[in-house]
């Protein structure tokens, strides 16, 4: 008998995604808008794919099928558009992806916890909450991170599953300080035996205290061995009880999930007035207590584990002194706790290998296409209509990405860059360390370092960008010389005499003068 199809069809339905694609303020100017048309963050394209494919695929790789899509008004057609494209639609096909909007404005963005508030009604089951930017890694499926949630929620009445990851950074030197660091990692504690977050520290305690780290004595009681480290980020993906939404809705002052919810959640842990308040609410699925004790004395848990200091791995972060822990190996052990089963615990995932991040602000998204160069090996395109417009005297480096329907011209340099599609890179042209977004144009003996174009843009002769951004549609005069700038095209436009130019290849020059 074949099991497989209707196993499938009962999981695909069991959570809900809900994906948030906000304005991406802190990619200005690559998001700005370019005349009457959005940018939008979730279609800027990291290693010359829309990122918001990144989160979608894992998704679709997860069994999960229903995905609602939270964006800004404005940017619902660009968005929608590029869903429900044949292209798209192929990348991952079971996927049924329900656009929705909410207003807001780049200069009042609304935080996760309003958004889930306002779309409250339409998330009738146990979700997950991802953001378009997050770029997953290799070696870490959505499955197994939804089955540590399927089984804590089942077994102790778990509430929240979060994922966090280890920061990376970019070597010295290779991104201009202006962009600000690539990640901001935060100071968190866990328990490593059960899995179990237990503090995150805010703005609002280091506000209050900046040198320490506070920490209160009933969760040291509870969990007595636990890691201290600030050498993870938060991936922003948790996974969540239904009824999570009901103690939001309480929680009206609450805008930011990660800064305000998620840790006022981890004190409900251990704070016995919280449990109080917000636990019958919070424990509104039964839980089985045949499996609760089985887990606690199965072999998974058994024998003695030293939970590792956390600064013995890299970065000198503090950690709490670890101590060994047994688990008793009989169910009629004294040591058995007499407590509720439901634990309302906040799971979570801590994954050391493999890169992944956020693609959250510029510095971050130019070190993430450098990560894909590293695994890149170029090769020349096989079919006759690309193959024929790149030069044959053209240097382009292994570690380089190539966009289809680019023109690489006579004597063109590119090396460690990602170009974008349709673009126009002309004769003795240097590309280095750049990420080029589609349809630009790079005029003859123009020479890149270090930037970011967006879309559209035009760099005249001989002009010189290093360590430069440019908003889409900006153009730069022939001969310019610009050097760690931000270039938007308000400033662009404004300027009384323009000298401008429009690319001319050379084969249409011969045409002209024949």
Known sequence: MDFEEPNAKLISHEFLAVVLAGFGNELVPLTSDHGDESCPKALLPVANRPMIDFPLTWLEQSGITEVLLICP?????????????????????????????????????????????????????????LPCDFIPPED????????????????????????????????????????????????????????????????????????????????????????????????????????????????????????????????????????????????????????????????????????????????????????????????????????????????VVVHDTGFAGRVNNIATLLEVNRQFLSRTNYTLPIDPENRTLIDAKSQISSDSMIGSSTRIGERATIKRSVIGRHCVIGKMARVIGCVLLDHCVIADGAKLEGCILGRNTKVGPKAELVRSLAQAGYEVDAGATIRNEKLEVSDWTARPQRAGFEYVSSEDEESGEE
């Open 140 to 347: 870490l499926s959505l499955t197994s991170v939804l089955n540590k949630y399927r089984i804590e929620s089942n077994v102790d009445g778990a509430i929240v599953t979060s994922c966090w990851l280890k920061a990376y950074g970019a070597d010295k030197g290779t991104i201009p300080d202006e962009w600000g660091p690539t990640v901001s990692s935060v100071p968190i504690i866990w328990d490593n035996m059960s899995g179990t977050l237990l503090h995150i520290d805010t703005p609002d305690d280091r506000d209050r205290n900046s040198d320490e780290i506070e920490i209160r004595m009933s969760l040291l009681s509870r969990y007595p061995v636990a890691s201290l480290s600030s050498q993870y980020i938060d991936s922003h993906v948790y996974v969540c009880n239904q009824s999570v939404l009901e103690v939001l809705h309480q929680k009206s002052t609450f805008d930011s999930f990660r800064e305000e919810f998620l840790p006022w959640l981890c004190k409900i842990q251990y704070q016995k007035t919280k449990q109080e308040k917000y636990g019958r609410v919070l424990r509104s699925i039964p839980v089985n207590e045949g499996h609760a004790l089985a887990l606690r004395h199965s072999t998974l848990f058994g024998g003695s584990i030293t939970v590792q200091d956390s600064s013995s791995r890299g970065s000198g972060s503090p950690s709490l002194k670890p101590t060994p822990f047994s688990v008793p190996s009989s169910p009629a052990h004294t040591g058995v706790s007499d407590e509720p089963l439901s634990s309302l615990r906040i799971g």
């Open 73 to 129: 008004t404005s940017h619902r057609p660009s968005i929608s558009h590029h869903i429900h494209s044949d292209t798209s639609s192929s990348s991952y096909p079971s996927l049924h992806v329900d656009v929705q909007t909410y207003d807001e404005s780049p200069e009042e963005p609304v935080g996760t916890c309003a958004v889930l508030k306002h779309f409250s009604s339409r998330i009738a089951r146990d979700f997950v909450i």
